[in-house]
């Protein structure tokens, strides 16, 4: 009879993989984006203050939306399949469904709300204040990039229970 | 939105509050006492970093001074931003914002920008 580590186990090469690739190709794309900023500045710009740009993109966001994406997916297989850790774990699944589709939601408003409202001069907020051609391209504000720090640190955190309830039915710990 | 309403959303509160729930699930969850320590140490140290990366971002930002400038008339930019803003309907101070600046910047220094 397949039990739940049997299932589980394999998982772990993918997930490895991913970790890996992260690992490499996360700060290659931070260096790739910075390298741009800095040949389009003179004089060219510190990487530490690139790296404050890139963060002040509102790239934070959309690594939150995806994030809450991962575990929003994994939680609705468990549960259409009737197997799995947050199956098991029946409150913990339910409530990481919850806290990733607000994740999701309040991350992607926050991000086109912060795009659009950082255009507007003299701190008006809401997108009604923008200007066109800003819209899209320009920074969000400085309170937008310490929210998309605690939005991109809590999906985090949901992945690491997620996959934390996989490890603890693994090593049956 | 409601300005109080996006301050908490957006804001510490937010993720305290949903911390505090999560820690609550997880006691009230049937996992093992062990995992359970496990769990609350890995999740203190995230809330730890990001607490200390979130206050020396602010901190960074606030120093920091995201160049704007307002091109000048004799700038090889200025006909071309004239011509784009009354296309657009828009005012000069449109012409204020970084990225403007930069897109300004870097087609002042390139093959493209000087053959235009």
Redesign the interface.
């Known amino acids: 009879m397949t039990n739940a580590s049997d299932l589980i186990i394999p998982m772990f090469g993918p997930m490895a993989i991913w970790i890996l690739v992260s690992i490499v190709f996360g700060p290659f794309q931070v260096w790739m984006g910075t390298s741009k900023l800095r040949r389009r500045r003179k004089p060219p710009l510190a990487w530490s203050e690139c790296v404050l740009i890139s963060l002040a993109d509102g790239n934070l966001f959309i690594f939150a939306i995806g994030t809450a994406g991962g575990v929003l997916a994994v939680a609705l297989m468990e549960f259409t399949r009737g197997n799995g850790e947050l199956f098991n774990f029946r409150i913990v699944g339910i409530f990481l469904m919850l806290i990733s589709l607000f994740i999701i939601v309040w991350a992607a408003h926050a991000w086109t709300d912060a795009k659009a409202a950082h255009s507007a001069k003299e701190n008006n907020r809401g997108p009604h204040h923008a200007r066109l051609i800003h819209t899209v391209h320009g920074l969000i504000d400085r309170r937008d990039v310490v929210g998309s720090i605690w939005y991109a640190s809590f999906a985090f955190i949901c992945a690491l229970v997620t996959e934390g309830l996989r490890l603890v039915a693994t090593i049956n710990l | 939105?409601n300005?109080e309403m996006?301050k908490f959303?957006?804001?510490?509160k937010?993720?305290y509050a949903?911390?505090s729930?999560?820690f609550l699930?997880?006691a009230?969850?049937?996992?093992?006492s062990?995992?359970l320590c496990?769990?609350l140490a890995?999740?203190a140290f995230?809330?730890a970093?990001?607490e200390l990366?979130?206050r020396f971002?602010?901190r960074?930002?606030?120093e920091?001074e995201?160049g704007s400038s307002i091109p000048t008339e004799d700038s090889i930019m200025a006909i071309p931003a004239m011509a784009?803003l009354k296309g657009?309907d828009?005012t000069a101070?449109?012409l204020?914002?970084?990225?403007?600046h930069?897109t300004e910047?870097?087609f002042g220094?390139t093959a493209i920008g000087s053959f235009a």
């Open positions: 939105m300005e996006s959303l957006y804001g510490r937010a993720y949903l911390l729930i999560l699930v997880l009230l969850s049937p996992l093992p062990t995992a496990w769990f890995v999740i995230v809330v970093v990001t990366l979130s971002v602010s960074r930002l606030s920091m995201i784009l657009f828009l101070d449109a204020s914002g970084p990225e403007f930069q910047v870097w220094n």
